[in-house]
């Protein structure tokens, strides 16, 4: 039987960018972890960037999570590897670019599946493990699923659905004892910003559209910053956290005034 009690996480999408920093930061705060990605090769690199690590520290598992056999088979390994779960963190993800007139219904299935199902999938195949543990989950959704922001074609319409998703699930798994938690940040500083969709917009798109968040005048966010996002779920209990933090109140405004709240949008996603 495994006498380890240090808790364990699984964080998805954990192969790279804000998933991979998640990782180190569940790491250095004394976490067992679990990486899932698609990628054996990726998945390797990832743990090779964490160094030295004790044997069993820091494992890397390839699993389809759009596939609720290869979910529920890697909880399965979870739990007889470690014989606990404390914290799942589902942060695989998509985004996207174009017009709803223009949005193709398979390619919101596509984001539909990557950013939706994905949380459900794990959410589902870890709740046994959560519930023994008194675990957390932390969903990892976007401003776009707080606002519809313009030019992100179905990227706003799944993370609002994350997020509506991610409320029920805490309420509903309250009286079981897991903590559920939603974290949606504002566009993640990396190296490729605003290069990533560039090629993707066509003549319909003004150029503004392949910038981060649709053309968004928000300060890119250190990866680093999410991920204490995340432990302030884990540890303190936050259940909904916006960043940047000074966004919530024009967010909280734009809800109880829609007028206000498109002109909002509008002033923050100009080019001008």
């Given at each position: ?142 401003l776009a699923?707080?606002?519809?922001a313009r ?64 053309g968004a ?56």
């Amino acid at each position: 039987m495994n006498a380890d009690k240090r808790p364990v996480a699984v964080v998805t999408g954990g192969s790279a960018g804000l998933g991979l920093v998640i990782a180190r930061t569940l790491l250095s705060h004394g976490y067992r972890i679990v990486i899932m990605g698609r990628d054996e090769g990726r998945l390797e690199a990832a743990i090779a960037t964490c160094g030295n690590q004790e044997p069993g520290r820091l494992l890397g598992q390839v699993c389809d999570v759009t596939s609720r056999a290869e979910v529920e088979e890697l909880f399965s390994t979870v739990g007889q590897t470690f014989q606990r779960l404390d914290v799942l963190v589902n942060c695989v993800g998509a985004s996207d670019r174009g017009l709803v007139e223009n949005l193709d219904v398979e390619q919101l299935g596509t984001l539909w599946d990557q950013n939706v199902v994905t949380a459900l999938l794990c959410s589902q195949a870890s709740i046994p493990l959560l519930e023994a543990s008194s675990g957390a989950i932390v969903n990892i959704g976007s401003l776009a699923a707080k606002v519809g922001a313009r030019y992100i074609g179905g990227y706003s319409t799944v993370k609002h659905a994350l997020a509506g998703m991610t409320q029920q699930m805490r309420l509903e798994l309250k009286p079981r004892g897991i903590h559920v938690a939603l974290v949606s940040p504002g566009p993640i500083a990396r190296s490729d910003a605003g290069d990533r969709y560039r090629d993707s917009i066509d003549g319909t798109l003004p150029p503004q559209a392949s910038a981060p968040g649709g053309g968004a005048r928000v300060k890119g966010l250190p990866p680093e910053r999410v991920a204490a996002a995340v432990m302030k779920c884990i540890r303190r209990g936050a259940v909904d956290i916006v960043l940047p933090g000074h966004l919530r109140i024009l967010i909280a405004l734009g809800h109880a005034f829609p007028r206000i709240g498109d002109w909002l949008l509008l002033k923050f996603t100009s080019s001008k």
